[in-house]
């Protein structure tokens, strides 16, 4: 227990499960504080788009009558969009909400800003502990992308004798299950979509992004647990360059040339004289025909015709119930 719980592995673990927790916890929150918000300004939400300015606007100003030019230049930087906010803000369609009221929204738009601000510290934390541990591999997929793989395989020493084909499909155990007991398509991809390589490239390519993601994944982590030279930078490189073959490479023909190569049929094969006969042989002549029962042994002339039997259909009497 003590060599299990020992180490940065157990920190990565729980951090990225508190991460996934917050995340959630934040998006609940900026919800309902815009949302409630919107009953006093609801025309706020047209102008600014970003969650993020809009909590900030609410923690800090809160009443609609507060939004002047003054007070909104601490947190927006564009000028058309103060004077478009202090300009509706006096001819509002929302209804006048009581102070209480927009004090509790306030407090609600803290919590959630305060939310974040300790999940951006918990990835910063990750980021120096992933890169202590495995600097090939969170130079290869990012401290944030490897600390979830960790997290779901449950410690190093399982993700680095995991082969390449595991580490593809690891966070879609829904998908694989179905395949192999439905027979539906298998999942190209798990947690790793989430690499720009694989979330950038087409439909086509995935796969074979995702497989060359962890096949060099796989290296990575075997040279960081077992201890080995770094070739983070290495991996990386060869990466590149295969990804972007697999991008530029030709994958249909012209179809001219499928259409030319199609016209050229292959010779025929020269048959040697003791060939079987095939439907070709019917249309000769019949003293140039060569049967198949001539190389055959002829049954004996003074056989007698066997004699067969009858059968005589019986039908039975149905059951009277």
Same mark, same amino acid.
């Given at each position: 227990?003590?060599?299990?719980?020992? &180490?940065?592995?157990?920190?990565?673990?729980?951090?990225?499960?508190?991460?996934?927790?917050? =995340?959630?916890? +934040?998006?609940?929150?900026?919800? !309902?504080?815009?949302?409630?918000?919107?009953?006093?300004?609801?025309?706020?939400?047209?102008?600014?788009?970003?969650?993020?300015?809009?909590?900030?606007? $609410?923690?800090?100003? &809160?009443?609609?009558?507060?939004?002047?030019?003054?007070?909104?230049? &601490? %947190?927006?930087?564009?000028?058309?969009?103060?004077?478009?906010?202090?300009?509706?803000?006096?001819?509002?369609?929302?209804?006048?909400?009581? /102070?209480?009221? $927009?004090?509790?929204? /306030?407090?609600?738009?803290?919590? =959630?800003?305060?939310?974040?601000?300790?999940?951006?510290?918990? =990835?910063?934390?990750?980021?120096?502990?992933?890169?202590?541990?495995?600097?090939?591999?969170?130079?290869?997929?990012?401290?944030?992308?490897?600390?979830?793989?960790?997290? @779901?395989?449950?410690?190093?020493?399982?993700?680095?004798?995991?082969?390449?084909?595991?580490?593809?499909?690891?966070?879609?155990?829904?998908?694989? #299950?179905?395949?192999?007991?439905?027979?539906?398509?298998?999942?190209?991809?798990? $947690?790793?979509?989430?690499?720009?390589?694989?979330?950038?490239?087409?439909?086509?390519?995935?796969?074979?992004?995702?497989?060359?993601?962890?096949?060099?994944?796989?290296?990575?982590?075997?040279?960081? #647990?077992?201890?080995?030279?770094?070739?983070?930078?290495?991996?990386?490189?060869?990466?590149?360059?295969?990804?972007?073959?697999?991008? +530029?490479?030709?994958? %249909?023909?012209?179809?001219?040339?499928?259409? /030319?190569?199609?016209?050229?049929?292959?010779?025929?094969?020269? *048959?040697?004289?003791?060939?079987?006969?095939?439907?070709?042989?019917?249309?000769?002549?019949?003293?140039?025909?060569? !049967?198949? !029962?001539?190389?055959?042994? !002829?049954?004996?002339?003074?056989?007698?015709?066997?004699?067969?039997?009858?059968?005589?259909?019986? @039908? *039975?009497? @149905?059951?009277? *119930?």
């Amino acid at each position: 227990i003590a060599e299990n719980l020992s &180490g940065n592995e157990a920190f990565i673990v729980k951090a990225v499960s508190l991460m996934e927790a917050l =995340a959630g916890t +934040f998006n609940l929150l900026a919800e !309902h504080a815009i949302d409630w918000h919107s009953f006093e300004f609801p025309e706020l939400k047209k102008i600014v788009r970003d969650n993020d300015t809009l909590l900030e606007l $609410i923690a800090k100003i &809160g009443a609609r009558k507060n939004f002047s030019e003054k007070n909104i230049l &601490g %947190t927006v930087k564009d000028d058309s969009k103060i004077s478009a906010m202090a300009k509706t803000s006096q001819n509002s369609s929302g209804a006048e909400l009581d /102070q209480n009221d $927009i004090k509790e929204i /306030q407090v609600l738009a803290k919590n =959630a800003l305060e939310i974040k601000s300790q999940r951006m510290r918990l =990835a910063g934390l990750l980021e120096e502990k992933a890169k202590k541990i495995a600097p090939n591999t969170s130079i290869l997929l990012g401290a944030l992308l490897f600390s979830k793989l960790v997290a @779901r395989a449950g410690s190093m020493k399982k993700l680095a004798f995991m082969p390449a084909s595991t580490i593809q499909v690891i966070g879609a155990e829904k998908a694989l #299950y179905s395949h192999l007991k439905s027979g539906s398509d298998p999942p190209k991809h798990g $947690i790793i979509f989430q690499h720009p390589l694989i979330s950038s490239a087409k439909l086509d390519d995935r796969g074979k992004m995702a497989r060359l993601l962890a096949a060099k994944t796989s290296i990575a982590v075997k040279v960081d #647990y077992f201890g080995g030279k770094p070739i983070g930078k290495e991996l990386k490189e060869d990466m590149d360059k295969k990804s972007l073959k697999i991008v +530029f490479a030709k994958k %249909t023909k012209n179809p001219k040339k499928i259409f /030319q190569e199609q016209k050229q049929f292959p010779p025929q094969k020269q *048959f040697s004289q003791e060939r079987k006969p095939s439907n070709n042989d019917r249309k000769q002549a019949p003293h140039e025909r060569k !049967h198949a !029962h001539q190389e055959k042994p !002829h049954a004996p002339q003074n056989t007698k015709p066997v004699k067969r039997e009858k059968f005589e259909f019986t @039908r *039975f009497p @149905r059951k009277k *119930f």
